[in-house]
């Protein structure tokens, strides 16, 4: 297990150290820290909004990046401006920006190839494919047997559910009984027995993706889900603690007992109903939704619940995944008796999939497939990664960088307690709540003139999301920038 590969975390002060700033970069080549040139957007930046606004909408962009001149922890934007990425592409960068082991995969003549050449895998894979899978996401893999390989987080959401689907009807109608003609018919026009009525159970504040079936378990934010038809599937709620979590055990405990017994409730109630529950999809810790955390115990609890019920019990390890948390999955922290049914991956990953049980595994081709189904090219890159991961000790680095930032906002949120609480997470995998939804965008925005990226959350959160190769200094950095912005504001 990944978790062995973790050396003890060392313990940190958590006063800001500013000569530590100049220590040895992970990535060299680094600059010392931000330098802002213009504010941000500047001019060059909107000027290319301009042009691109003429041809789509982009409400959501936020700078344009040189990714040319983009270096380890540090994005340059259109205008010159050196930021540190504490945010790395919503979670996605392990190892920040043109590490110089990844600029070199390609020079690899087969590599290259295997890039340019990129094939429906699931008819015309290479033949180094299996070899691939076996090396490098079985390696990783939390304990589960079979991988089934796809481009994006929402689409291995969305396909891992077909997964649950087929599994739990094969469970229904027999392991080797065939489809009836009735079934084959009716399905052709959405219709029950064919297309049976199954749910999937989600949580308040889940983000699990934006494709159509996984949009029906994403519950963070109206505009994601305006206009869109939804099914009828049940929606629990997810543990909401109060901080410091060791001040409040006795509130936090009794929150997830009443959690539990609502998804009890609801799992009997969708039974009766004629739509029952095959599977329950969860995040480790739920980060569009306000980077809520739930215990272990729930977690625990939470699988016995789904043995009891015959539910498939599916972690979504999309942000949490590929070790920001301080282990590779986020979930081995819960000390679960078994691994889940399903685990969903993208992100760090470099690439989609899902990790799950034989009986997740269909019988009959076809029935979980499209063009491309993950890319080998993405898979040469992750194989890279997972080994500077090891050679690194990323793993370690991770846990002592989060144990600076988080001591770090500890002091903060203690200095400047009417504008910031709850600092919370794993690792480097970290939030914290603004008393407002206006102060915290007032906070984003001020870090961003800094010369500092990071990410809202919820209604009123930011997030941490650095890459593994994040230091201490790095986190003294982005700690004295945000005194700066709360001593501005106070």
């Given at each position: 297990m990944w978790s062995k590969l973790i050396k003890p975390v060392v313990q940190i002060s958590s006063k800001f150290e500013r000569n530590s700033r100049f220590a040895c970069s992970l990535v060299p080549g680094e600059p010392e820290g931000p330098s802002v040139k213009t504010p941000i957007p500047g001019p060059k930046t909107k000027e290319l909004l301009n042009k691109l606004g003429s041809l789509q909408q982009c409400g959501t962009v936020q700078l344009f990046a040189n990714y040319d001149k983009s270096i380890g922890n540090y994005l340059v934007d259109a205008d010159d401006n050196v930021i540190l990425d504490t945010y790395t592409q919503i979670s996605s960068l392990p190892l920040g920006y043109n590490h110089p082991t990844l600029l070199k995969?390609?020079?690899?003549?087969h590599n290259l190839k295997s890039l340019i050449n990129r094939p429906a895998l699931g008819v015309f894979p290479a033949?180094?494919?299996?070899?691939?899978?076996?090396?490098?996401?079985?390696?990783?893999?939390?304990?589960?047997?079979?991988?089934?390989?796809?481009?994006?987080?929402?689409?291995?959401?969305?396909?891992?559910?077909?997964?649950?689907?087929?599994?739990?009807?094969?469970?229904?109608r027999g392991e080797n009984v065939d489809f009836t003609d009735l079934e084959k018919e009716s399905c052709i026009i959405n219709q029950p027995p064919g297309s049976p009525k199954l749910s999937i159970l989600s949580f308040h504040g889940a983000f699990?993706?934006?494709?159509?079936?996984?949009?029906?378990?994403?519950?963070?934010?109206?505009?994601?889900?305006?206009?869109?038809?939804?099914?009828?599937?049940?929606?629990?709620?997810?543990?909401?603690?109060?901080?410091?979590?060791?001040?409040?055990?006795?509130?936090?405990?009794?929150?997830?007992?009443?959690?539990?017994?609502?998804?009890?409730?609801?799992?009997e109630k969708y039974e009766k109903k004629d739509n029952p529950v095959a599977g329950v999809i969860i995040e480790p810790i739920q980060s569009e939704g306000g980077d809520n955390e739930a215990s272990p115990e729930f977690f625990q609890q939470l699988q016995k619940i789904c043995k009891k019920n015959c539910a498939a019990l599916i972690l979504d390890e999309v942000q949490t995944g590929g070790g920001p948390t301080g282990r590779f999955w986020c979930h081995e922290y819960f000390n679960l008796e078994c691994p889940p049914d399903v685990v969903t991956f993208s992100k760090k990953m470099q690439m989609g999939g899902y990790f799950h049980t034989a009986e997740m595994t269909p019988k009959l081709p076809y029935r979980i497939f499209n063009t491309w189904m993950g890319d080998p090219g993405k898979l040469i890159l992750l194989e890279n990664i997972i080994e500077i991961i090891k050679s690194q000790d990323l793993l370690s680095q991770v846990q002592k960088s989060g144990e600076r930032l988080k001591c770090g906002l500890h002091d903060l949120?203690?200095?400047?307690?009417?504008?910031?609480?709850s600092v919370r997470g794993r690792g480097t995998f970290l939030a914290a709540t603004a008393t407002s939804a206006k102060l915290r965008d007032d906070i984003l925005k001020r870090l961003k003139q800094k010369g500092v990226q990071t990410g809202a959350c919820g209604t009123a959160a930011f997030r941490l999301r650095p890459a593994l190769v994040f230091q201490e200094h790095h986190a003294d950095i982005f700690l004295d920038k945000f005194r700066q912005v709360l001593q501005e504001i106070k």
């Amino acid at each position: 297990m990944w978790s062995k590969l973790i050396k003890p975390v060392v313990q940190i002060s958590s006063k800001f150290e500013r000569n530590s700033r100049f220590a040895c970069s992970l990535v060299p080549g680094e600059p010392e820290g931000p330098s802002v040139k213009t504010p941000i957007p500047g001019p060059k930046t909107k000027e290319l909004l301009n042009k691109l606004g003429s041809l789509q909408q982009c409400g959501t962009v936020q700078l344009f990046a040189n990714y040319d001149k983009s270096i380890g922890n540090y994005l340059v934007d259109a205008d010159d401006n050196v930021i540190l990425d504490t945010y790395t592409q919503i979670s996605s960068l392990p190892l920040g920006y043109n590490h110089p082991t990844l600029l070199k995969v390609f020079n690899d003549e087969h590599n290259l190839k295997s890039l340019i050449n990129r094939p429906a895998l699931g008819v015309f894979p290479a033949t180094d494919w299996p070899k691939k899978l076996e090396n490098i996401l079985k390696q990783v893999s939390p304990g589960l047997p079979h991988i089934t390989t796809m481009m994006c987080g929402s689409c291995s959401n969305e396909n891992a559910y077909k997964n649950v689907f087929i599994s739990y009807r094969r469970s229904i109608r027999g392991e080797n009984v065939d489809f009836t003609d009735l079934e084959k018919e009716s399905c052709i026009i959405n219709q029950p027995p064919g297309s049976p009525k199954l749910s999937i159970l989600s949580f308040h504040g889940a983000f699990h993706g934006r494709t159509f079936g996984a949009l029906s378990t994403t519950h963070s934010k109206p505009i994601h889900k305006l206009d869109f038809p939804a099914f009828d599937w049940p929606t629990a709620h997810f543990p909401r603690y109060k901080y410091p979590l060791e001040e409040n055990t006795r509130e936090n405990q009794q929150e997830d007992k009443k959690c539990l017994a609502e998804v009890e409730d609801l799992i009997e109630k969708y039974e009766k109903k004629d739509n029952p529950v095959a599977g329950v999809i969860i995040e480790p810790i739920q980060s569009e939704g306000g980077d809520n955390e739930a215990s272990p115990e729930f977690f625990q609890q939470l699988q016995k619940i789904c043995k009891k019920n015959c539910a498939a019990l599916i972690l979504d390890e999309v942000q949490t995944g590929g070790g920001p948390t301080g282990r590779f999955w986020c979930h081995e922290y819960f000390n679960l008796e078994c691994p889940p049914d399903v685990v969903t991956f993208s992100k760090k990953m470099q690439m989609g999939g899902y990790f799950h049980t034989a009986e997740m595994t269909p019988k009959l081709p076809y029935r979980i497939f499209n063009t491309w189904m993950g890319d080998p090219g993405k898979l040469i890159l992750l194989e890279n990664i997972i080994e500077i991961i090891k050679s690194q000790d990323l793993l370690s680095q991770v846990q002592k960088s989060g144990e600076r930032l988080k001591c770090g906002l500890h002091d903060l949120e203690c200095e400047f307690s009417d504008l910031i609480n709850s600092v919370r997470g794993r690792g480097t995998f970290l939030a914290a709540t603004a008393t407002s939804a206006k102060l915290r965008d007032d906070i984003l925005k001020r870090l961003k003139q800094k010369g500092v990226q990071t990410g809202a959350c919820g209604t009123a959160a930011f997030r941490l999301r650095p890459a593994l190769v994040f230091q201490e200094h790095h986190a003294d950095i982005f700690l004295d920038k945000f005194r700066q912005v709360l001593q501005e504001i106070k």
